[in-house]
């Protein structure tokens, strides 16, 4: 059981480089780093078609669900088809230790906005 403890908290720390990419890559001027903008894109482009592969091969549904989160709950005793496997997100869970509470319909929104916003960069400004 300590080991299912430790890698699930293993899981919630590896989800970090990923989210501060995702995010602070917005931060990051073109002036010094050129290649951002193409990065940034496949980047998220990827990271997104996972998402829904995943969603849509494990839960039949048409969602981002990451597959990272699914493993870490999965480590935390939670069946694989649990609503706490597929309406969990690591990003509301980090938020929410430092009291910033917002749902997991949010933080898709979220997800889907930034990549919006990388795709118009993608395509306008590289």
């Known amino acids: 059981m300590i080991i299912k403890k430790i890698s699930a ?10 989210i501060i990419l995702w995010f602070g890559l917005f931060l990051v001027p073109k002036s010094i780093w050129p290649g951002r903008i193409t ?6 482009f990827s990271i997104m078609v996972i998402q829904l592969i995943w969603s849509l091969l494990v839960f039949r549904k048409f969602d981002i669900i990451c597959p990272l989160t699914t493993l870490m709950q999965w480590l935390r ?3 694989l088809k649990s609503k706490q496997n597929y309406d969990h997100s690591f990003i509301a869970e980090t938020l929410d230790k430092f009291r910033i509470k917002i749902h997991y319909k949010g933080v898709n929104i979220a997800l889907i906005v930034t990549l919006i916003l990388v795709v118009v960069q993608y395509l306008w400004f590289r």
């Not at 990065?39 to 998220?44: D, K, L, R």
């Open 77 to 79: 005793g939670y069946p």
């Open 9 to 18: 908290e293993i899981i919630f720390w590896l989800h970090q480089p990923i």
């Open 39 to 44: 990065f940034h894109f496949w980047f998220i």
